[in-house]
Nanobody, 131 residues
């Protein structure tokens, strides 16, 4: 059974950067689309970014375009989210989620970035942006 573990969250100043990791065990990520989501206190969960199983399709929320970059290292069975130019409004718990990809349909789970289509979730990592 696929298990996901996020790491890399921290307290950073506005304008800072982090690299969040989503490490998988129990199965290879070669066959999974991976999404990153976040939830701030009192707010609904938001889809942040998504990458297809092959890495050939990526998608980003408008709020993070140009600042966040998702990547996938199948050799390390890990997906990364590089988060740059952080703002206080990026403060949230960040979760990664996985769902088995639909063959030859890279955008199936990634457009739109909807958490309801992902079945496996990690426990989350806290990102706090504050001076």
């Amino acid at each position: 059974q696929l298990q996901l573990v996020e790491s890399g969250g921290d307290l950073v100043q506005p304008g800072g950067s982090l690299r969040l990791s989503c490490a998988a065990s129990g199965s290879t990520l070669d066959y999974y689309d991976i999404g990153w989501f976040r939830q701030a206190p009192g707010k609904e969960r938001e889809g942040v970014s998504c990458i297809s199983s092959s890495g050939g399709f990526t998608n980003y929320a408008d709020s993070v375009k140009g600042r966040f970059t998702i990547s996938k290292d199948n050799n390390k069975n890990t997906v990364y989210l590089q988060v740059n130019s952080l703002k206080p409004e990026d403060t949230a718990v960040y979760y990664c989620a996985a769902e088995i990809a639909v063959q030859d349909w890279g955008s199936y789970h990634c457009d739109p970035i909807d958490g309801n289509v992902f079945g496996s979730w990690g426990q989350g990592t806290q990102v706090t942006v504050s001076s």
